[in-house]
């Protein structure tokens, strides 16, 4: 009789790698002081510190820029002592990230992947592309968005800017479903035709944009035929209102405050319609 198979953890911490302060770290691959090295010494400390605390998802994105700092840091290295140093802490990182790698993409094969990230109030620098971009590859055609609140003007905008984000990507984006909730105040009418010129400005793009009402639809939930699926506690209604028409964040939202809320990001082999 077959018997399931329980995926383990990465390994512990390499002796080598274990949690230093950004000054022992320099001293240990004999970095210098300039703002390069520092820089390496300073991600790669936070990679360790999340690493240890079984943040894997934060840990590889900061071992993958701190390998990249030191490879700069060793391409401008002379000294041949210092470069064999280098090599060898390189090649410790490096495998550490491939373990993390691994077990991570063993999670989402195994739908069990899981990653939050918390929006603190104010906080900048979460535009949808920002905050999508890693999860649109060429391989998504069709896209589900559920959220209740796409009804006044600012959040057709920002319904449209996720949909211009979608063209943009190097995703192939051929059908787009939306399930909103629909506006029964003065709003509707604006609402409906605010939609369908979207829809109109999509298909003219090669895009589908099917709509659906629900009067009982309460989560916010977006997912991706790739198999990411990621729910946002107020949905694409995170962004504060600028302070003026000229105030920086107005156009870019990287610069526009946002409100708090929880971004949690899934990974499952398939997602289902609407």
Same mark, same amino acid.
């Given at each position: 009789?077959? %018997? =399931?198979?329980?995926? =383990?953890?990465?390994?512990q911490?390499?002796p080598?790698?274990?949690?230093?302060?950004?000054? @022992?770290?320099?001293?240990?691959?004999?970095?210098?002081?300039?703002p390069?090295?520092?820089?390496?010494?300073?991600?790669?400390?936070?990679?360790?510190?999340?690493?240890s605390?079984?943040?894997?998802?934060?840990?590889?994105?900061?071992?993958?820029e @701190?390998?990249?700092?030191?490879?700069?840091?060793?391409? @401008?290295?002379?000294?041949?002592?210092?470069?064999?140093?280098?090599?060898?802490?390189?090649?410790?990182?490096?495998?550490?990230?491939?373990?993390?790698?691994?077990?991570?993409?063993?999670e989402?094969?195994?739908?069990?992947?899981?990653?939050?990230i918390?929006?603190?109030?104010?906080? %900048?620098?979460?535009?949808?592309?920002?905050?999508?971009?890693?999860?649109l590859?060429?391989t998504?055609?069709?896209?589900?968005?559920?959220?209740?609140?796409?009804?006044?003007?600012?959040?057709?905008?920002?319904?449209?800017?996720?949909?211009?984000?979608?063209?943009?990507?190097?995703?192939?984006?051929?059908?787009?479903?939306?399930?909103?909730?629909?506006?029964?105040?003065i709003?509707?009418?604006?609402q409906?035709?605010?939609?369908?010129?979207?829809?109109?400005?999509?298909r =003219?793009?090669?895009?589908?944009?099917?709509?659906?009402?629900? =009067?009982?639809?309460?989560?916010?939930?977006?997912?991706?035929?790739n @198999?990411?699926?990621?729910?946002?506690?107020?949905?694409?209604?995170?962004?504060?209102?600028?302070?003026?028409?000229?105030?920086?964040?107005?156009?870019?939202?990287?610069?526009?405050?946002?409100?708090?809320?929880t971004?949690?990001?899934?990974h499952?082999?398939? %997602?289902?319609?609407?």
């Amino acid at each position: 009789m077959a %018997t =399931s198979r329980k995926r =383990s953890r990465p390994a512990q911490l390499h002796p080598g790698l274990r949690r230093r302060t950004t000054p @022992g770290i320099m001293a240990k691959f004999g970095l210098g002081q300039d703002p390069q090295s520092t820089a390496a010494a300073t991600v790669l400390k936070r990679a360790v510190e999340l690493d240890s605390e079984s943040r894997y998802p934060q840990a590889l994105v900061c071992y993958q820029e @701190g390998i990249d700092l030191l490879l700069q840091v060793l391409k @401008g290295t002379k000294d041949n002592t210092k470069r064999c140093n280098l090599r060898e802490k390189i090649s410790k990182y490096m495998d550490r990230a491939e373990n993390i790698k691994k077990y991570l993409d063993q999670e989402k094969e195994d739908g069990k992947y899981h990653k939050q990230i918390k929006i603190e109030e104010n906080a %900048t620098g979460f535009s949808y592309e920002s905050l999508f971009r890693e999860y649109l590859h060429e391989t998504v055609t069709e896209v589900w968005i559920e959220d209740p609140y796409i009804r006044h003007t600012h959040q057709l905008y920002n319904f449209l800017r996720f949909c211009e984000m979608l063209i943009k990507r190097p995703c192939k984006v051929k059908t787009i479903h939306l399930l909103t909730s629909l506006d029964e105040g003065i709003e509707q009418a604006q609402q409906s035709r605010g939609l369908q010129e979207i829809e109109e400005s999509l298909r =003219s793009h090669g895009v589908l944009l099917e709509v659906q009402y629900s =009067s009982s639809i309460h989560d916010r939930e977006i997912r991706f035929n790739n @198999g990411w699926m990621i729910k946002i506690g107020r949905g694409l209604d995170y962004f504060k209102k600028p302070q003026s028409h000229f105030s920086l964040g107005y156009c870019d939202f990287d610069l526009r405050p946002c409100h708090e809320t929880t971004v949690d990001i899934f990974h499952k082999k398939h %997602t289902k319609n609407i």
